[in-house]
């Protein structure tokens, strides 16, 4: 088992930056996939970002690419979301997930935090 706790999260401006945590523990030490989603207002979970355990490989939504950044320390047991350039449309609940392999499934999640930009 693994437990995520997210952190970061708050209300900026259009245009501001915010940058998430999600911190681990449990069974850190077997060799997770971390990612990124959100849940807008009224719709469903979607896909934001991820990241294989070695960090080669990196996958963004191509609502998030080039504005967001994410990024992982193993031996912190953390995985980060930098937001840049914030849009109100960004405005959600955002979710660490982790999972056995980068292409999920994504079975332990965070609480969420929750990200509001303001126009």
């Known amino acids: 088992q693994v437990q995520l706790v997210e952190s970061g999260g708050g209300l900026v401006q259009t245009g501001g930056s915010l940058r998430l945590s999600c911190a681990a523990s449990g069974r850190t030490s077997s060799k997770y996939a971390m990612g990124w989603f959100r849940q807008p207002p009224g719709k469903e979970r979607e896909f934001v970002s991820k990241?294989?355990?070695?960090?080669?490989?990196?996958v963004y939504a191509d609502s998030v690419k080039g504005r967001f950044t994410i990024s992982r320390d193993n031996a912190k047991n953390t995985v980060s979301l930098q937001m840049n350039s914030l849009k109100p449309e960004d405005t959600a609940v955002y979710y660490c997930a982790a999972a056995a392999v980068v292409a999920g499934p994504y079975n332990y999640w965070g609480q969420g935090t929750q990200v509001t930009v303001s126009s």
């Open positions: 990241i294989s355990w070695s960090g080669s490989y990196i």
